[in-house]
């Protein structure tokens, strides 16, 4: 049994949440499984920062209840701007706190076979379905004790699924809303391209409160099976107080694609990871990731592809910022495994740091166990460029001006990348009120 402030959790308790959820055995048997697990697994461990002291597992409540949305109109206008509110063919999932919200898919899609759903309606209406995917070839439950707590608790998220064949040409997205100080959230997200299929999923977690307390525990598990491609795009602005533990893991099958590009711009401290596995022939990982941080702000972001398959390829790229005190670990591992031959793993990290006491470190890493392959590295960690700003205040550009146009350049490889306007529109404005 573990008490969490004025809240136990015990098997008592999951059991009977899993009940009124109306969850099938598998489920809850799944849940009481990671619980009793949980005392003896370690602590996630990342390179070069000390999590000892971060609360991970202490919140006062479980579930927040709000009020289902009868309109768009209805939302925080920070989140609304997210929205193309005036389409009538939207793919929209909102999540408000830990309460599904609103769901809206196309007659198209719908005719098509095309799943969007919260993840308690997928459990109890595509139950065989979701029991495929979920926490089994992915994310595993006794990967240490974050997962395993994450898997006994799960009060939110989303399942995507894309049959074989079909090709969903408008992005599908998915809004979770913070809005509720008392929020914990341990929130699962799920999407699927079946063989020969493609979609696009783009998420945002957001804040719209103040400073606050907070527990969230996000897992999100992609899947490309053969010839399948899944861009997947997020990004995450989550209040100051909020303690994240955020982990992405895709699972690219034989010439599949999965394609990442992350703006992970929180303001608590955060621990992200990353990891894509290229499983089949022929595979292809690329991830493209921004940060900024600031206060003092620790996090740690580790991005890794590993290589199974045979001529698979491999990219990392990320470029951060830091101000103040905030301090970053910016780990990329590139792993290609005995037998993948002809793979590639390349990767770049870069850290651009705008005053003396904030703290950056980039650490490439490559484990090759195979011989014909290729691979290659670049890392760098350092100030504004002197140059790039004497360049741009000659032509009579302010250094102020000089500086956030610098700023902007170095983040623009990632925030191009985002397909949905509104999001990608959230993002530069972040970045701005971050930097300055």
């Given at each position: 049994?573990r008490?969490?402030?004025?809240l ?6 999951v059991?009977?949440f899993?009940n009124?959820l109306?969850e099938?055995d ?11 697990k949980l005392?003896?697994?370690?602590m ?7 999590i000892d ?7 006062k ?7 289902k949305?009868t309109?768009?109109n209805?939302l ?14 939207k793919?929209?999932?909102?999540q408000?706190n ?5 769901t809206s898919?196309?007659?198209e899609l ?6 969007l759903?919260?993840?308690?309606t997928?459990?109890?209406e595509?139950?065989?379905l979701?029991?495929?995917y979920?926490m089994?070839?992915?994310?595993k439950v006794?990967e240490?004790?974050?997962t395993a707590?994450?898997?006994?608790l799960?009060?939110?998220?989303v399942f995507v699924?894309v049959p074989?064949?079909?090709e969903?040409a408008e992005?599908?997205?998915?809004v979770f809303?913070?809005?509720?100080p008392?929020t914990t959230?341990f929130?699962h997200?799920i999407v ?5 299929s493609?979609v ?9 409160v103040?400073?606050?307390e ?9 899947f490309a099976?053969t010839?399948?491609?899944v861009?997947y795009?997020?990004?995450?602005t989550?209040?100051n107080?909020?303690t994240t533990?955020v982990?992405r ?11 990442w590009?992350?703006?992970?711009m929180?303001d608590?401290?955060?621990i992200?990871?990353?990891?894509t596995?290229l499983?089949?022939d022929?595979s292809f ?9 600031r ?7 580790t991005?890794k ?7 698979s390829?491999?990219?990392?790229l990320?470029?951060?910022?830091m101000?103040?005190?905030?301090s970053s ?6 792993k290609i495994e005995?037998?993948a ?9 870069r850290?651009?740091?705008?005053s ?7 650490n ?6 195979e ?5 290659g ?6 100030r504004v460029?002197?140059i790039q ?5 000659s ?7 000089a ?5 902007h ?9 985002l397909?949905?306007?509104g999001?990608?529109k ?10 300055k």
């Amino acid at each position: 049994m573990r008490r969490m402030e004025t809240l136990t959790i015990n098997q008592d308790y999951v059991t009977s949440f899993s009940n009124k959820l109306g969850e099938p055995d598998w489920l809850k048997d799944l849940r009481l499984q990671a619980l009793a697990k949980l005392e003896d697994l370690p602590m996630p461990k990342p390179d070069k920062t000390k999590i000892d002291k971060w609360n991970f597992t202490n919140f006062k409540e479980h579930i927040v209840e709000s009020q289902k949305l009868t309109a768009l109109n209805e939302l925080h206008e920070d989140v609304k701007s997210l929205i193309d509110l005036e389409s009538t063919n939207k793919n929209l999932y909102v999540q408000l706190n830990n309460t599904a919200a609103f769901t809206s898919v196309s007659s198209e899609l719908k005719d098509q076979g095309v799943i969007l759903t919260d993840i308690h309606t997928a459990a109890k209406e595509h139950s065989e379905l979701l029991q495929k995917y979920f926490m089994s070839d992915g994310v595993k439950v006794d990967e240490h004790r974050l997962t395993a707590l994450h898997a006994a608790l799960v009060n939110g998220g989303v399942f995507v699924y894309v049959p074989k064949n079909v090709e969903v040409a408008e992005p599908i997205q998915a809004v979770f809303v913070h809005d509720n100080p008392n929020t914990t959230l341990f929130n699962h997200v799920i999407v699927v391209a079946d063989d020969n299929s493609s979609v696009t999923y783009v998420e945002n977690y957001i804040s719209t409160v103040e400073k606050v307390e907070g527990v969230f525990n996000i897992i999100s598990e992609v899947f490309a099976n053969t010839n399948a491609r899944v861009t997947y795009g997020a990004v995450d602005t989550l209040a100051n107080g909020v303690t994240t533990y955020v982990n992405r893991r895709g699972v690219a099958g034989r010439d599949s694609r999965i394609e990442w590009a992350l703006g992970l711009m929180n303001d608590g401290d955060t621990i992200s990871e990353n990891v894509t596995n290229l499983m089949g022939d022929g595979s292809f990982g690329d991830t493209k990731t921004v940060v900024v941080g600031r206060g003092e702000q620790k996090q740690n972001f580790t991005t890794k592809v590993v290589h199974f398959g045979k001529h698979s390829e491999g990219y990392i790229l990320k470029h951060g910022v830091m101000k103040d005190s905030a301090s970053s670990i910016f780990n990329g591992i590139g792993k290609i495994e005995h037998g993948a031959t002809k793979s590639n793993a390349e990767q770049e990290s870069r850290v651009l740091m705008l005053s003396e006491k904030a703290r950056g470190d980039a650490n490439p890493i490559l484990l090759i166990d195979e011989d014909d392959v290729t691979a290659g590295h670049a890392a760098s960690v350092g100030r504004v460029d002197p140059i790039q700003l004497y360049y741009l205040m000659s032509r009579g550009i302010p250094q102020v001006e000089a500086e956030r146009l610098v700023i902007h350049g170095f983040l623009a490889p990632v925030v191009k990348e985002l397909p949905i306007e509104g999001v990608k529109k959230q993002l530069v404005e972040v970045i701005e009120r971050k930097v300055k």
